[in-house]
């Protein structure tokens, strides 16, 4: 880009645009009904552990180290078509398209995501979000790290982040201070494990689905 945008509204993925928690209800399901209980909840240990390792959901990375002692069962291999082709445009959030839609009548949306190089991005396009934000897209393993070159890529005279962890958001407004109004979409687990904590600073405006920023003027933003 040669020129700053206005305003450039940055938007989480997982739980913010995309019911994520859905998803892994889901592959838990596929997981106990091809291998049984006991391998699903082996298959979420792993995953639960490469987390802690990497900081970031890494599905496909878990079940690599799932096939371990899984190598001749049938089912094993048709796993990764399940991760992979997952419809993922069914699990948009109610009004999710058309808040992208008015979005883009207010600056240039776009995608700030964490996840690996791989699953996420195919993600976002399995879920048509690709294509509905012409592909402005960005995934990091750690965004809240990654501003610095995040605003190369977009630069604009404000920022919105919409996102489904208040300390992300908080960590991101200790960063770019006045030139970031922040949002907390109250979707998922992470949020839900959130009420109620003490976070500093506190995000400058809440709602509870993504749907609600379609009511949302370029002013409310700008002012928050």
Known sequence: MTGAEPLVILLDVD???LDNDRFGADLGDELERRFGAAERERYWNIYNALREELGYADYLASLQRFRSGLEN???????SGFVLDYPFEQRLFPGTMETLAHLRTLGRPVILSDGDVVFQPRKVHRAGLWNALQGDVL????KQQMLDGMQQRYPAAHYVMVDD??????DMKRQLGERLTTVWVKQGHYAAAAAGQRIEPAPDMAIACIAELRGRK???FVQA
Request: aromatic fraction near 4%; glycine fraction near 0%; charge should be negative.
């Open 73 to 79: 069962h049938p089912a094993l291999l048709d796993m």
């Open 139 to 142: 995934i990091y393993l750690h």
């Open 15 to 17: 739980d913010t645009l």
């Open 218 to 220: 370029l002013e409310d």
């Open 165 to 170: 962890k208040p300390q992300i958001l908080a």
